[in-house]
C-alpha cells in the first residue's frame, strides 16, 4: 500500500490514504494499452457511410438496344455503373469498426493507466470541492491554488455544481467513478482523485 496525501480545496494537506499497489503500482504495457484505447476510439464511428449497388437501383433490367449493329458499345441496363443515375462500382456499404477487447485485458489496461499515473506523479487526491454555487471562477480558483491543469476530475457523487462549473474550462473533464476509462485517463495529464471515489475505483478493480 502506498500513502498519499490528500489535500482540501486550499491546497492544505488534510490527511493521508492507502492506495493499493495491485491497482496504482503495476508495470505498464504499452501494447495492452494501445489495444484498449483503439477498441475505443474505433467504437466511436458510426460506419454508416454507404451507396448503392446495381442491384439496389430503381430501374429497369431491359437491354436498351440489340448487341450489334449500332456501333455503340454493348449496353446491358440502365443500372449499369457506368450510366449516370446506376449504382456505384466498390462504394461504402454498412459496418461496425467495433474491436473486441477480453474483459481481463479493459481492466488490466485500466490498472496500467492509473499505475503510469502514479508512476509520473501526476495523481493527486482531494477530500471535497465544497462548491456552493454553480461559479466557473471558484472552480477555476481551486485548480489554480492546487496547481493543475490540462486535467480530468473523478467523482462518486451527483454534484452539479462541480459539472456544470466545469463545462466552459477548456482543459478539465469531469467524470463520475463508472465512467473512468483508459483513453481518458491517458489523454489528460492530471488526474484529480476525490477522496471518496478511491474505495469505488479499487472494488471495481479488484
Known amino acids: 500500500m502506498a500513502a498519499v496525501d490528500v489535500l482540501?480545496?486550499?491546497?492544505?494537506?488534510?490527511?493521508?490514504?492507502?492506495?493499493?499497489?495491485?491497482i496504482f503500482n503495476i508495470p505498464v504495457k504499452t501494447s495492452v494499452l494501445h489495444q484498449v484505447v483503439r477498441s475505443q476510439l474505433v467504437a466511436k464511428r458510426e460506419g454508416t457511410a454507404a451507396c448503392k449497388t446495381r442491384s439496389m437501383v430503381r430501374g429497369s433490367t431491359k437491354k436498351l438496344f440489340r448487341q450489334k449493329g449500332t456501333g455503340n458499345a454493348r449496353a446491358g441496363s440502365v443500372k449499369s455503373p457506368l450510366r449516370k443515375g446506376g449504382g456505384v462500382i466498390f462504394g461504402p456499404s454498412q459496418r461496425s469498426y467495433a474491436i473486441k477487447v477480453p474483459k481481463k485485458v479493459k481492466k488490466l489496461a485500466l490498472k496500467m493507466a492509473l499505475s503510469s499515473k502514479m508512476e509520473?506523479?501526476?495523481?493527486?487526491?482531494?477530500?471535497?470541492?465544497?462548491?456552493?454555487?454553480?461559479?466557473?471562477k471558484a472552480l477555476v480558483n481551486v485548480l489554480k491554488t492546487l496547481d493543475l491543469s490540462d486535467?480530468?476530475?473523478?467523482?462518486?457523487?451527483?454534484e452539479a455544481n462541480?459539472?456544470?462549473?466545469?463545462?466552459?474550462?477548456?482543459d478539465v473533464k469531469v467524470i463520475k467513478t463508472e465512467?473512468?476509462?483508459?483513453?481518458?485517463?491517458?489523454?489528460?495529464k492530471n488526474l484529480l482523485l476525490v477522496e471518496s471515489t478511491i474505495k469505488n475505483i479499487e472494488g471495481r478493480l479488484s
Open 151 to 158: 486535467l480530468l476530475i473523478v467523482s462518486d457523487t451527483d
Open 8 to 22: 482540501n480545496s486550499a491546497g492544505e494537506k488534510v490527511s493521508e490514504t492507502q492506495l493499493s499497489e495491485a
Open 179 to 188: 465512467g473512468l476509462n483508459v483513453y481518458d485517463i491517458l489523454k489528460f
Open 162 to 170: 462541480l459539472l456544470l462549473s466545469s463545462r466552459n474550462i477548456a
Open 120 to 136: 509520473d506523479n501526476t495523481i493527486t487526491i482531494i477530500d471535497d470541492f465544497n462548491l456552493e454555487a454553480i461559479k466557473t
